[in-house]
């Protein structure tokens, strides 16, 4: 069965400083995954996807991710933090054989200081 | 991706009561719609898999009774708890996927809170 493990709850990071969030997967064939972010009381929205092809990718609010196949990882990036980042991130997997479920991660709440 | 609205974001209902919560893909024809649990500062649950047309997939340990799903058309999936009761009372959210290579877009959800 697949699952995604995001082991920090919560992360704090200094304004201006980078960020790393973690998330390990677990999935029988080639995952389809997703980072999402939520603020709070709103729904989901999609930073980036990794379906295939080049490990790094690229997302909106200057967001990246990498694919690292022998870690099971899918670890969300960003350089320079600010203070409007501070929410919900969420890890997910899918499967890559249609319309298939998302399976998410507990989540790591981003808290941004001054 | 595709545009996903869903109805009521807030709602409020005595208990044994039922409430129906609606989504509805705006601009694509979705066959397939999925429906959300998140408890306060928890992670989103998959309650069902939403098929146009025909019954809806529950995930384990999910009340096929309590929470009726319909999806009657290719743009509206409605999740109605029925008899509700305060360990009910959670943020719901649908989604819409437009296929394999798009990902998943999400409604803005509905707070239900049932007293």
């Known amino acids: 069965a697949q699952s995604v493990t995001q082991p920090d709850i919560h992360i704090t990071v200094s304004e201006g400083a980078s960020l790393e969030l973690r998330c390990n997967y677990s999935?029988?064939?080639?995952?389809?995954l997703f980072w999402y972010v939520q603020s709070p009381g709103q729904g989901l929205q999609l930073l980036l996807k990794y379906f295939s092809g080049d490990t790094l990718v690229q997302g909106i609010k200057g967001f990246e991710a990498e694919f690292k196949r022998s870690q099971s990882s899918f670890n969300l990036r960003k350089p320079s933090v600010h203070w409007s980042d501070a929410a919900e991130y969420f890890c997910a997997v899918g499967g890559n054989t249609g319309f298939q479920k998302l399976v998410f991660g507990t989540g790591t709440r981003l808290l941004v200081s001054p | 991706g595709a545009v996903v609205s869903q109805h009521p974001s807030r709602v409020i209902c005595k208990s044994g009561t039922s409430v129906k919560i609606e989504c509805r893909s705006l601009d694509f024809q979705a066959t397939t719609m999925f429906w959300y649990r998140q408890f306060p500062k928890q992670s989103l649950m998959l309650m069902a898999t939403s098929n146009e047309g025909s019954k809806a997939t529950y995930e384990q340990g999910v009340e096929k009774d309590k929470f009726l799903i319909n999806h009657a058309s290719l743009t509206l999936s409605t999740l109605t708890v029925t008899s509700a009761h305060p360990e009910d009372s959670s943020f719901y959210i649908c989604?819409?996927?437009?296929?394999?290579?798009?990902?998943?877009?999400f409604g803005s959800g509905t707070r239900l809170t049932v007293v």
């Open positions: 999935y029988g064939a080639t995952p389809y």
């Open positions: 989604s819409v996927t437009t296929g394999p290579l798009d990902g998943y877009t």
